[in-house]
């Protein structure tokens, strides 16, 4: 059993940066990668970003390439999400996931409670 539990969200002007961050109780994760997820109100649930755990390859969504990052901590089992330059569309709650094993598409295993992050224009 994996939890997840997500913290920084908040509530930030356009332009600002923000760092969530996931922390996965428990043994150390040997699992296959750490996923970023999020929900806007009314919408569907989308693929925010992930992390292979051995390699630290970074995958990023598309659309959010180049203002969103991901990778491993110094403490064991954390993985953050960056966000920068923040747009009033980017408010959602963002979820992170763990994923057990590779499959393709990649399936995950566990998810957190989501933190709420909601930027202002």
């Known amino acids: 059993q994996v939890q997840l539990v997500e913290s920084g969200g908040g509530l930030v002007q356009a332009g600002d940066s923000l760092r969530l961050s996931c922390a996965a109780s428990g043994r150390p994760f040997r699992g296959y990668a750490m996923g970023w997820f999020r929900q806007a109100a009314g919408k569907e649930r989308e693929f925010v970003g992930r992390?292979?755990?051995?390699?630290?390859?970074?995958t990023i969504a598309d659309s959010l390439k180049g203002r969103f990052t991901t990778f491993r901590g110094n403490a064991a089992n954390t993985v953050y999400l960056q966000m920068n330059s923040l747009k009033p569309e980017d408010t959602a709650v963002y979820y992170c996931?763990?994923?057990?094993?590779?499959?393709?598409?990649?399936?995950?295993?566990?998810w957190g409670q989501g933190t709420q992050v909601t930027v202002s224009s």
């Open positions: 996931a763990a994923s057990l094993r590779w499959s393709a598409p990649v399936e995950y295993d566990y």
């Open positions: 992390l292979t755990w051995s390699s630290g390859e970074m």
